[in-house]
């Protein structure tokens, strides 16, 4: 809702918004300014700021019971062999993914969304 009101409110305005989240910026802000010890540090858009400073995207899956954790893995790493696992913890698998290799996502996302029900693939994104 408060996101709402604010993207409602901006046009012919300058709005001044402080947050910690880089996903809110990022949806909220024209331009984003990232701040260290109360200086800053560099301004720009979300993509320049993104090419500059950004490590990739991140791929998250959502194990449901009997998930098939080594064929997941083994087709994330062909389809994407810059890929590292991030974290995995609980329900819960997710890698960093470099910028350079989403021309591999439709071939790996129609293949996730195939297997999903055989694999045990709740959800991804």
């Given at each position: 809702f408060t996101w709402n009101v604010i993207r409602r409110s901006t046009e012919g305005r300058v709005i001044?918004?402080?947050?910690?989240?880089?996903?809110?910026?990022?949806?909220?802000g024209d331009r984003i300014a990232i701040m260290t010890k109360g200086r800053l540090?560099?301004?720009?858009?979300?993509?320049?700021?993104?090419?500059?400073?950004?490590?990739?995207?991140q791929l998250t899956l959502?194990?449901?019971?009997?998930?098939?954790?080594?064929?997941?893995?083994?087709l994330i790493r062909a389809a994407l062999p810059e890929s590292r696992v991030l974290s995995e913890a609980g329900a819960e698998l997710a890698f960093q993914v470099p910028f350079s290799a989403s021309r591999a996502f439709p071939e790996l996302f129609r293949t996730l969304d195939a297997r999903a029900e055989d694999w045990s693939v709740a959800s991804y994104g």
């Open positions: 001044l918004l402080t947050t910690h989240f880089m996903d809110e910026a990022d949806l909220l540090e560099c301004c720009g858009t979300s993509m320049y700021l993104k090419a500059l400073f950004g490590v990739g995207y959502e194990k449901g019971a009997g998930f098939a954790d080594v064929a997941v893995k083994n």
